[in-house]
């Protein structure tokens, strides 16, 4: 993948599997970013093909839902009325969809401020309209670039808890790309670590922990040892060309 | 209570600015054709009533038409530059130039080119209100951020529900700063060009005023002239609170787009 004129990414091969949630962690810089919108049919790659159930992707890929780091809800719109503008866009404003996009905000524990602007809201509260938006249409994808990036550190742990907790209800694919190992961890089936620019795919780990995970499972010795070997991946070069 | 804690102090300041301009030319015997007092001015804006009516409807409907004209071929002359990135890179920068190029002088040519009719008030009233119409309409429709764009695409908006749904609202406070901005410079305009060409309109008659000596109607002439202004400033204020949630005003008055195009 060429980006302006730099090399962003260097001979990625992922494969996700369905229903699978998928972490791809990585230093700022490593192309991560562009992988998601790579994955969404949003930029075309210099080389290489973007397969989702066998058959290539050209252009947007529009099965699936995307949530940034920044909300982009759009404030002259109320909640209600971003979480139906998938629907609205689509022409589905059905009564089935309107009837699960007022359920998924008060899972999220949104119920009550359907009628709130954005600019009435919190940060997390933003960002949790702005998943429900991207699940409105029950799509068999979800594409997260970084959700909780912008969250406090304690808001940010609530904030996992609440997707696993989607995720286990609703079973999509979730691609998500974090920098946060942490995060990674408690919340992914795989993981596939990155390397600083060009990105390429360091090696893929496989977290077989139980779930629903709770917060505290980050001191468990199993929990360590995943965060130990991914990041001696992230560090092995800075330390290994360095001080060794 | 907090309502008049907010509009006590600028009525309070004016109210003093007044008393002290009154009592100023009161005592040291100003002469009305230097500076007339307020009370004066007043006087004669109600006494003279008529007149500077029949100067109003010619100097209203100059800016009327020169502003629509600015309007239209402002706001699609910046949809072309937003839109089209080959005539945009071709057009914007000399349009920034001549942004800074003053309009106004172009006055006396006017006249040369289309003599003293109703052109030469519309092309320097439309001329003068263009550039901040068009910056500002490429500017808003460049507010939109390339993440909303990518969502847009990724539901599969068409372009047309991309430009409704998307772009439109999110310009329209910026667009509106704009045009906020060319009505009042539209006054700018139409008293010059009265200036230059006319034999009616408030600024023709502002100018045959001085030259009678009669500062004090003069006076009046130019009160007339910010009440027009005040209303074309006020209508497009008013469109703009009809279209615009207050929520986004508030952020955009602030935005450095709105104030750079000031």
């Known amino acids: 993948m060429n980006f302006g004129s730099t090399l962003a990414l260097d001979h990625v091969d992922l494969a996700v599997r369905e229903h699978e949630f998928f972490t791809i962690v990585g230093p700022s810089g490593c192309g991560k970013s562009t992988l998601l919108l790579l994955a ?19 252009g947007a890929y529009t099965s699936a839902g995307i949530a940034f780091q920044h909300h982009n809800l759009l404030e002259w719109r109320s909640v209600l009325g971003n979480v139906l503008l998938p629907l609205e866009i689509r022409r589905i404003e059905t009564e089935h969809y309107l009837a699960r996009a007022k359920r998924l905000l ?19 509260m933003r960002q949790r309209a702005a998943i429900c938006r991207a699940l409105v249409c029950d799509l068999p994808l979800l594409l997260l670039d970084e959700p909780f990036g912008a969250l406090d550190a304690l808001s940010r742990e609530e904030h996992q808890l609440m997707l696993q907790d989607l995720w286990m209800r609703e079973r999509k694919t979730v691609l998500l790309i974090t920098h946060d190992v942490r995060e990674a961890i408690l919340l992914s089936d795989r993981i596939a670590v990155m390397s600083p620019r060009p990105g390429r795919i360091l090696d893929t780990v496989q977290i077989d922990l139980p779930r629903p995970r709770r917060q505290d499972i980050s001191e468990t ?23 060794s | 209570m907090s309502r008049w804690r907010r509009i006590a102090p600028p009525l309070v300041f004016a109210l003093a600015v007044l008393v002290l301009w009154e009592g100023g030319v009161d005592f040291f015997r100003v002469p009305d054709i230097l500076l007339p007092a307020p009370s004066k001015v007043v006087e004669g804006m109600v006494t003279s009533w008529p ?3 029949r100067h109003t409807w010619p100097t209203l409907s100059e800016i009327l038409l020169g502003y629509v004209i600015a309007m239209v071929l402002g706001t699609l002359c910046g949809m072309v530059i937003a839109f089209s990135r080959l005539l945009g890179n071709a057009i914007y920068p000399a349009l920034v130039a001549t942004q800074i190029m003053p309009k106004v002088a172009f006055a006396p040519l006017l006249v040369v080119w289309f003599g003293f009719g ?14 901040p119409i068009v910056i500002n309409t490429v500017v808003a429709l460049n507010m939109t951020m390339q993440e909303s764009l990518y969502l847009f695409r990724s539901m599969g908006a068409s372009a047309v529900q991309t430009f409704f749904k998307l772009r439109l609202p999110a310009a329209l406070p910026v667009y509106f700063a704009g045009l906020k901005i060319a009505a009042t410079f539209s006054i700018v305009g139409v008293v010059v060009a009265e200036f230059y060409s006319s034999d009616r309109g408030l600024g023709y008659l502002l100018l045959i005023e001085v030259s009678n000596g009669d500062t004090t109607r003069a006076f009046g002439s130019i009160a007339y002239l910010t009440i ?8 497009v204020a008013l469109i703009e609170r009809l279209l615009v949630p207050a929520h986004m005003l508030k952020r955009f008055d602030e935005s450095p787009a709105a104030r750079a195009s000031s």
């Open chain 1, 40 to 58: 969404a049919g949003l930029l075309a790659p210099s080389a290489g093909a973007l397969l989702i159930e066998g058959r290539p992707v050209r």
């Open chain 1, 106 to 124: 008060s899972l999220v524990g949104l119920d009550g401020f359907e009628d709130h602007y954005p600019y009435q809201l919190s940060g997390g």
């Open chain 1, 221 to 243: 010795p199993a929990f360590i040892d995943y965060s130990r070997r991914i990041r001696a991946m992230l560090f092995a070069r800075e330390t290994g060309s360095g001080r």
């Open chain 2, 51 to 53: 007149l500077y009516l």
């Open chain 2, 118 to 131: 109703l052109m030469p008030k519309l092309i320097l009233v439309a001329l003068i209100a263009f550039f």
């Open chain 2, 228 to 235: 027009l202004g005040l209303i074309a400033f006020g209508s």
